[in-house]
């Protein structure tokens, strides 16, 4: 069985700042892709920014310039740096192992 827990969301202000990580253990053995999605009300789950077991990145357009993502292969963590925050980007937001494992989500409210 294979765990991922994400934390670090809450609410901020527009253009701060939050960091998500994400944890993942169990019967894992070996991690490939790590990533991390989100998904706003009444809307789809999109991705938001997707890692390489090389350290290869892939942002959409809508958060390039603004988030980092990263990841320890020891620890199998994976980290996403938010940075310029904008109330768009609420959402709860959920991190993928291998394309196949999900955490349940952590909300990142972005608001005045």
């Known amino acids: 069985q294979v765990h991922v827990v994400e934390s670090g969301g809450g609410l901020m202000q527009p253009v701060g700042s939050l960091r998500l990580s994400c944890a993942a253990s169990?019967?894992?053995?070996?991690?490939?892709?790590m990533a991390w999605y989100c998904q706003a009300p009444g809307k789809e789950r999109e991705l938001v920014a997707f890692i390489t077991s090389d350290g290869n990145t892939n942002y959409p357009d809508s958060v390039k310039g603004r988030f980092t993502i990263s990841r320890d292969n020891a620890k199998n963590t994976v980290d996403l740096q938010m940075n310029s925050l904008k109330p768009e980007d609420t959402a709860v937001y959920y991190c993928n192992i291998n394309m196949r494992y999900w955490g349940k989500g952590t909300l990142v409210t972005v608001s005045s």
């Open positions: 169990g019967s894992i053995f070996s991690i490939n892709t």
